[in-house]
């Protein structure tokens, strides 16, 4: 399950900086700009709830061997 969610981390981070290259600093908010800047929150949602995820399986182990 580690390597797993360590996979799906790396490719939320490649979509990040995917997106980042999509960016239109001239005009932010305006055409593919929004749909970058939607794919880079989504991006980031889906690693913080990889990490949680990653962190409650840690302590979820932590409890059973006690």
């Given at each position: ?29 305006q ?5 970058a ?7 980031f ?12 399986r840690?302590?979820?182990?932590k409890?059973?061997?006690?």
């Amino acid at each position: 399950m580690k390597i797993f969610t360590s996979i799906l981390v790396l490719l939320a981070i490649a979509l990040i900086v995917f997106n980042i290259t999509l960016l239109d600093f001239q005009n932010p908010l305006q055409g593919d700009s929004v749909v970058a800047f939607i794919g880079i929150a989504a991006s980031f949602c889906a690693v913080l709830i990889l990490l949680i995820f990653r962190i409650s399986r840690k302590i979820e182990e932590k409890m059973n061997d006690q």
